[in-house]
């Protein structure tokens, strides 16, 4: 599966993941009354665990890490990176921008997916050196 294939079948799934991810945030924030960042912080676990799971069910065929509990803990790592990204973004779009945590969630969603697919690929779900793939 080439990358353009990967990018495209990571969509939807990140689709998903991000209205899990939303729906988490927004249940929390206006349901709950909690502060933005922390509703954020656990929407964000709860998209990255299903993005996980259908990544590699779905989107990827070549994994470089034989050891799943080690491929995840990547993953996260790689999440935890997106985090910081979506975390900056949203403050950006609601502290210095003004604009609605909803607003901010979806510039951050986007920066976040092509830094999250980008190292996944890269570092999880290309073919190991040496491996034949013809």
Same mark, same amino acid.
């Given at each position: 599966?080439? !990358?353009?294939?990967?990018?495209?079948?990571?969509? $939807?799934?990140?689709?998903?993941?991000?209205?899990?991810?939303?729906?988490?945030?927004? *249940?929390?924030?206006?349901?709950?009354?909690?502060?933005?960042? %922390?509703?954020? *912080?656990?929407?964000? %676990?709860?998209?990255?665990?299903?993005?996980?799971?259908?990544?590699? @069910?779905?989107? #990827?065929?070549?994994? @470089?890490?034989?050891?799943?509990?080690?491929?995840? *803990?990547f993953?996260?790592? !790689?999440?935890?990176?997106?985090?910081? !990204?979506? *975390?900056?973004?949203?403050?950006?779009?609601?502290?210095?921008?003004?604009? &609605?945590?909803?607003t901010?969630?979806? %510039?951050?969603?986007?920066?976040?997916f092509?830094?999250?697919?980008?190292? @996944?690929?890269?570092?999880? #779900?290309? $073919?190991? $050196?040496?491996? #034949? &793939?013809?």
């Amino acid at each position: 599966m080439g !990358i353009r294939r990967e990018f495209l079948g990571a969509l $939807p799934v990140s689709a998903l993941a991000l209205a899990l991810d939303v729906g988490v945030l927004y *249940a929390l924030a206006s349901g709950l009354h909690w502060h933005y960042q %922390v509703a954020a *912080a656990m929407g964000f %676990v709860a998209g990255l665990a299903l993005n996980y799971a259908l990544s590699v @069910r779905f989107v #990827f065929r070549h994994r @470089r890490v034989a050891a799943r509990t080690r491929e995840f *803990a990547f993953f996260a790592a !790689i999440g935890l990176g997106g985090l910081f !990204i979506n *975390a900056a973004l949203l403050a950006l779009t609601v502290e210095a921008l003004g604009q &609605h945590y909803l607003t901010g969630k979806a %510039v951050a969603a986007g920066g976040t997916f092509l830094f999250n697919f980008s190292l @996944r690929r890269w570092l999880l #779900f290309t $073919p190991r $050196p040496g491996d #034949f &793939h013809g």
